[in-house]
């Protein structure tokens, strides 16, 4: 996620080329806030006359201000690659994503497109055209993160880290046991969880218990090396009627990369799972 590519057009004097399909995103809600996670509809409709895909074409997502400036990216792989696509096929799917915590709150629009990897030339497609073949899909509304449910990491987290090359990317280790709290939604949530174990070092399938109170509200196997969303549905009786819910990950294996024969790292650190997101979002 997060990186946006090069761009090219037409060039003064030429014939456009045709549209080879038309894109569209579909939004679970135009109003987001920040830090909350969102389900994007992406569609593709294949023209009727496109040629054949000779390449596997990326797609580039685009989330922009009122001034054109360019926030964030969504980019990514198709779930079915484009040189399997047809004439007249309609590609659809639905992605997940989180948006960033941005200094920015207000009308937003989302930009996409298609363009090659290896020689990042944008494809021509059909629909309005914001330059350099970039296609204004959809408008969002941003919001204050103030909107969400106020999640506390407690006790059995370390501090939070920053990709190197994406201040964006961040991520929390857990220990054995990690505790979250939060205000008592008092209805129905989804708890999401976007979690992975990066492997390299420690390449051991690990189970994962989700508890609330005391109760086992979900329990699942992570394997190495797979970044995964889970989404929990929790029900207002499993919260109880407390002010504030108390929610725990429990790992049944942690290691120390230093102390690992395979691992010429120096950490002294005991870790569990490595937590992108955890997201309390009630039913509406």
Same mark, same amino acid.
């Given at each position: ?12 004097? *030429?014939?456009?080329?045709?549209? @080879? ?8 809600? &135009?109003? @987001? ?11 593709? =409709?294949?023209?009727? &006359?496109? #040629?054949?895909?000779? %390449?596997?074409?990326?797609? +580039? ?5 009122? &001034? ?5 990216? &969504? ?5 079915? #690659?484009?040189? %399997? ?5 309609? @590609? ?12 920015? /709150?207000?009308?937003? %629009?989302?930009?996409?497109? !298609? ?31 103030? *909107? ?10 370390? #501090?939070?880290? /920053?990709? *190197?090359?994406?201040? $964006?990317? %961040? ?21 999401? $969880?976007? !979690? ?15 508890? =609330? ?14 970044? =995964? ?17 108390? $929610? ?10 230093? !102390? ?7 950490? #002294? ?5 490595? /937590?992108?997101?955890? +997201?309390?979002?009630? /039913?509406?």
């Amino acid at each position: 996620m997060l990186a946006i590519a090069g761009a090219s057009g037409c060039r003064r004097g *030429e014939t456009p080329a045709p549209g @080879v399909a038309t894109p569209s995103v579909a939004l679970h809600r &135009d109003k @987001v806030a920040l830090g909350s996670p969102i389900d994007i509809t992406y569609t593709f =409709v294949v023209a009727p &006359d496109a #040629p054949p895909f000779k %390449e596997a074409y990326r797609v +580039f997502v685009g989330v922009v201000d009122t &001034d054109g400036q360019l926030m964030w990216a &969504d980019d990514h792989d198709p779930e079915i #690659p484009t040189t %399997e696509w047809k004439p007249n096929q309609t @590609v659809a799917y639905t992605r997940t994503v989180f948006v960033p915590i941005y200094p920015y /709150v207000g009308d937003a %629009e989302i930009h996409m497109g !298609l363009y090659s990897l290896q020689t990042q030339k944008r494809v021509p497609l059909i629909g309005e055209d914001v330059g350099k073949r970039a296609y204004k899909v959809a408008r969002l509304q941003l919001q204050p993160q103030t *909107e969400n449910v106020f999640t506390q990491f407690k006790e059995g987290w370390h #501090p939070a880290e /920053v990709a *190197e090359h994406n201040a $964006l990317v %961040e991520w929390q280790w857990t220990k054995k046991a990690a505790t979250l709290a939060f205000k008592n939604p008092k209805k129905d949530a989804i708890f999401y $969880l976007d !979690l992975d174990n990066p492997g390299g070092v420690f390449n051991e399938p690990q189970q994962v218990r989700i508890i =609330v109170g005391d109760r086992v509200v979900d329990e699942f196997t992570l394997t190495p090396r797979r970044q =995964v969303l889970k989404k929990i549905p929790i029900t207002a009786a499993q919260f109880g009627t407390d002010d504030l819910v108390e $929610l725990r990950i429990d790992v049944d294996k942690t290691f120390v990369p230093a !102390l690992l024969p395979a691992s010429n790292s120096k950490d #002294p650190r005991e870790l569990g799972v490595r /937590v992108f997101h955890a +997201f309390v979002q009630p /039913v509406s």
